[in-house]
């Protein structure tokens, strides 16, 4: 069972989370916010394993659903550093992190949800420390038998504008697989 609670199933078909996570720069002992955890929690799960018992991940989700099932997944995985927050990230300060008090802020196939993109990313904005980063994954903008509409993907180019006009500067962008693009911007 110990082996099983290291290896954390799925989330690997599309987007191997845990290896964009490393690339990103989640290191051990961070402050991590997923924002926009989803259902799964992919990312919350993984990121809370590479900050290890003394950093924290705030998976932050509207559906009460999906943070249940995180909260579940974290326990049968015997992860404890994840803080469960209810909110609407499209809604300012709803998720009641202070300001920069976060190290890397995550918004991870989310865009293509809502028309409150440049919202969300400025709840993200808002949270960071100095020097913090926000990685942004998120489905490209071509057709694929499966994910999205495609009339719903956002641009890589328009996230880049409108979070460098927010005073980031995009620092790298990371193979995401075929189907998915990944951007990593520091405050």
Known sequence: MAEEKNNIPGGRELI????LLEKAGIEEKMKVADLGC???????????????KKGIVCAVDVVKDALENVKNSAQLYGIENIKIIWADVEVPRATKIPDNAIDIAMLNNILFQTKKRKEMINEAVRILKKGGKLLIVDWKKTKAPFGPPVEDRVKPDAVKDYVQKCGLKLTHELDAGPHHYALVFEK
Do not use: D, E, I, P
């Not at 191997?16 to 290896?19: F, H, K, L, P």
């Open 16 to 19: 191997n989370a845990r290896t």
């Open 38 to 52: 989803g259902r799964r929690g992919h990312f919350s799960l993984q990121a809370a394993k590479l900050v290890g």
